[in-house]
């Protein structure tokens, strides 16, 4: 069974940095290209960034560019969301996703799985 399992949400203060892991079984997130959403209340959906399959290149949107950094660990079949300098306006359920023909890019419906998510508060 293909999973994908978030962790590492917690609540942090304003300017505090998290790491969310994002962990696959049942197949091979190194041939995949993983990506980071989150959603937060009443908000849409949104796209954070991305680590390509094969080369590792990452992607980032603007809002988050210099503040997120993705990773990946192929010996732990996990990719990372490294979070720096949180705003409380980054409070969301944080969510990964895989993609085979997917690079470059956080559109979520050309993910082929997702998890369930995980809660990152950020408030003081």
């Known amino acids: 069974q293909l999973q994908l399992v978030e962790s590492g949400g917690v609540l942090v203060q304003p300017g505090g940095s998290l790491r969310l892991s994002c962990a696959g079984s049942?197949?091979?997130?190194?041939?995949?290209?993983i990506g980071w959403f989150r959603q937060a209340p009443g908000k849409e959906g949104e796209g954070g960034g991305c680590?390509?399959?094969?080369?590792?290149?990452?992607y980032y949107v603007d809002s988050v560019k210099g503040r997120f950094t993705v990773s990946r660990d192929n010996d732990k079949n996990t990719v990372y969301l490294k979070m720096n300098d949180l705003k409380p306006s980054d409070t969301a359920v944080y969510y990964c996703?895989?993609?085979?023909?997917?690079?470059?890019?956080?559109?979520?419906?050309?993910?082929?799985?997702w998890g369930q998510g995980t809660q990152v508060t950020v408030s003081s």
């Open positions: 680590i390509n399959s094969g080369d590792s290149s990452t």
């Open positions: 996703a895989a993609g085979l023909a997917v690079r470059g890019t956080v559109v979520l419906a050309q993910y082929d799985y």
């Open positions: 049942g197949f091979s997130l190194n041939y995949y290209t």
